[in-house]
Nanobody, 118 residues
Framework: QVQLVESGGGLVQAGGSLRLSCAAS????????MGWHRQAPGKQRELVAR???????MYADSVKGRFTISRDNAKNTVYLQMNSLKSEDTAVYYC??????WGLGDYWGQGIQVTVSS
């Protein structure tokens, strides 16, 4: 089993920045793909960004140029640097990880709130 714990969320003004972190523990040697999803009130959960074990990345169109995903394999941690935040970025952000090289992973964090005030 893998446990994922997010941190770094909170309240920020529009135009500001936040950095989310997600630390993995447990059977971490099996982890390859990691990513961030988000779910706003009344909406479905959506992919924000994803990163492979060798650093390949993908982003949702809505965050391209503003968000950057990265990972530190030595620390078993994935990060999401969020700049130029907009009110529509307000959501609960979830860390996701899996054993496959790419795609949706089997493991989820508990979620962390990000609120952007306009």
């Amino acid at each position: 089993q893998v446990q994922l714990v997010e941190s770094g969320g909170g309240l920020v003004q529009a135009g500001g920045s936040l950095r989310l972190s997600c630390a993995a523990s447990g059977s971490i040697t099996s982890i390859n793909v990691m990513g961030w999803h988000r779910q706003a009130p009344g909406k479905q959960r959506e992919l924000v960004a994803r990163i492979s074990s060798i650093g390949l990345t993908m982003y949702a169109d809505s965050v391209k140029g503003r968000f950057t995903i990265s990972r530190d394999n030595a620390k078993n941690t994935v990060y999401l640097q969020m700049n130029s935040l907009k009110s529509e970025d307000t959501a609960v952000y979830y860390c996701n990880a899996g054993t496959r090289a790419w795609g949706l992973g089997d493991y989820w964090g508990q979620g962390i709130q990000v609120t952007v005030s306009s």
